[in-house]
């Protein structure tokens, strides 16, 4: 993937590209602008050589994508490091793996924006899109940055099908913006889980959507074994089977 003059991949296209271009401008929460800025000055010792990011990292993924991976908010040494979604930090090494292995990206190790790799039918994206402190954002970020996950998704319905949640922050993230773009939502919602699936009706009688629930790719869960790489596989291809996802 080679990135633009405007620092966005290019290749996104339309009107999703041009989404993904307002999200690297914004500026709306002072305390994550503040921290993903400080980071990519002061920066990791192992990265001191390069350039960090250090902007909101827009979602990764073809436009007409069947199948959407939500995860939580960029790692600042990963995605906030190298302006791609899981790129960068060994929760990106272990999703990555797992998407190249049942066939829907095209290399098994992301390791910068314009590596090449490419992902089939499938799109990247998170609730939150500044690397926040200690990896949790407020829930007034997560709220203020909502309005981006309901136009990416609002944009996305003519073809997503299916979406893999990573973890329960993003499942709580993620249930108003399904609302929003335009699925029905059930009450009370729907509990988070390892394996949870819910289908979501379209208000105007269109594509209804598959919600997947899997525990997050991060390193405390990988490392401690609570998400294998075979549970990970698991709910991706059943997410991508019920998608109608080609494998590439």
């Known amino acids: 993937m080679v990135l633009g003059d405007d620092g966005v991949h290019d290749g996104a296209g339309g009107k999703l590209h041009a989404l993904d271009a307002e999200v690297t401008r914004c500026r709306a929460c002072p305390r994550l602008v503040a921290w993903r800025e400080e980071v990519g000055r002061v920066k990791r010792a192992a990265f001191a050589d390069e350039e960090?990011?250090?902007r909101p990292?827009?979602?990764?993924?073809?436009e007409d994508a069947r199948l959407l991976v939500l995860g939580l908010a960029p790692a600042a040494h990963g995605?906030?490091?190298?302006?791609?979604?899981f790129t960068g930090d060994r929760a990106g090494d272990v999703?990555?793996?797992?998407?190249?292995?049942?066939?829907?990206a095209s290399a098994p190790l992301p390791r910068a924006a314009d590596d090449g790799l490419r992902l089939h039918g499938t799109r990247l994206t998170s609730p939150?899109?500044?690397a926040p402190p200690a990896n949790k954002p407020t829930p007034q970020e997560r709220d203020?940055?909502?309005?981006?996950?309901?136009e990416e998704l609002t944009l996305l319905r003519p073809t997503v099908r299916a979406v893999v949640v990573l973890g329960a922050f993003g499942w709580q993230a993620?249930?108003?913006a399904f609302a929003a773009a335009g699925w029905e939502v059930p009450r009370p919602r729907p509990a988070f889980g390892h394996?949870?699936?819910v289908r979501l009706p379209a208000r105007d009688g269109g594509a209804p959507l598959d919600v997947f629930g899997c525990y997050h790719v991060s390193q405390r869960n990988t490392f401690t074994g609570r998400l294998t790489p075979e549970m990970l596989r698991g709910v991706l291809r059943e997410a991508s089977r019920e998608a109608g996802v080609r494998a590439g």
């Not at 999703?95 to 829907?104: E, V």
């Not at 203020?144 to 309901?150: F, G, I």
Request: with cysteine; proline share 7%.
């Open 52 to 54: 960090y990011w250090a």
């Open 57 to 62: 990292v827009p979602g990764f993924g073809p």
């Open 79 to 85: 995605g906030n490091r190298t302006g791609r979604m």
């Open 95 to 104: 999703l990555f793996r797992a998407l190249y292995d049942i066939g829907l």
């Open 128 to 130: 939150v899109h500044c």
């Open 144 to 150: 203020t940055c909502r309005h981006w996950l309901v």
């Open 174 to 176: 993620a249930l108003p």
């Open 195 to 197: 394996g949870a699936r």
